[in-house]
């Protein structure tokens, strides 16, 4: 079984800088992909920015120049550096990871509780 633990979400102003964390455990063989996901209110969940073991990146264009994700392949955990944010960044943001788990070797993709970021006008 995989889990994903997300944290660093949080109050802040408009403009103001916040980091996301997401740690991945469990049955891992190989964690190919990791990335973020928000759902805003009254919204569908959307893309924010993914990130390959390998370093391959996609991003959002409404987060484009403002976040950066990046990962520490040996700690399982991937980040999401967030500056100059905006009101339109609130959102419950979800952790998500494309892993093979190593008690099958299927392709399962996993999903985090949720880490809830606000942000102030």
């Known amino acids: 079984q995989v889990q994903l633990v997300e944290s660093g979400g949080g109050l802040v102003q408009a403009g103001g800088s916040l980091r996301l964390s997401c740690e991945a455990s469990?049955?891992?063989?190989?964690?190919?992909?990791m990335g973020w996901y928000r759902q805003a209110p009254g919204k569908q969940r959307e893309l924010v920015a993914t990130?390959?073991?390998?370093?391959?990146?996609t991003y959002a264009e409404s987060v484009l120049g403002r976040f950066t994700i990046s990962r520490d392949n040996a700690k399982n955990t991937v980040y999401l550096q967030m500056s100059s944010l905006k009101p339109e960044d609130t959102a419950v943001y979800y952790c998500?990871?494309?892993?093979?788990?190593?008690?099958?070797?299927?392709?399962?993709?996993?999903w985090g509780q949720g880490t809830l970021v606000t942000v102030s006008t």
């Open positions: 998500n990871a494309g892993v093979v788990v190593s008690t099958t070797f299927e392709y399962r993709e996993v």
């Open positions: 469990g049955s891992i063989y190989i964690n190919s992909i």
């Open positions: 990130r390959t073991e390998r370093g391959q990146t």
